[in-house]
């Protein structure tokens, strides 16, 4: 508790700056793992469906998937595409392939 002019605030406690020190190194850490393992899993995923599955449908499925994810997630953030952006993300479909 310190008082201010008076009146009694409530300080919050930092961290000291080993503290902070490492919970940065932590979640540095993290995040290389996290890279490591999603994208190694990635590339052995498709070594794997490419064994039985044709390349462009696997690539196909991986994209639907990951395309369902987004849209998924802008629609809970409240994002709601229009007509317009439909038909442009259809076109690029399309015209990427």
Known sequence: ?????GN??????TKSASQHDNSYAI???????????IWGSTYLAIRYAVE???????AGIRHSIAGGIMLAWACWRGFRPTRQQWLAGFAL???FF
Do not use: C, N, R
């Open 8 to 13: 009694p605030v409530t300080a919050a406690q």
């Open 52 to 58: 039985t599955i044709p390349p462009l449908v696997t």
């Open 27 to 37: 979640k540095l850490a993290l995040a290389f793992v996290a890279i490591y393992v």
């Open 93 to 95: 479909g399309a015209l």
């Open 1 to 5: 508790m310190v008082h201010i002019k």
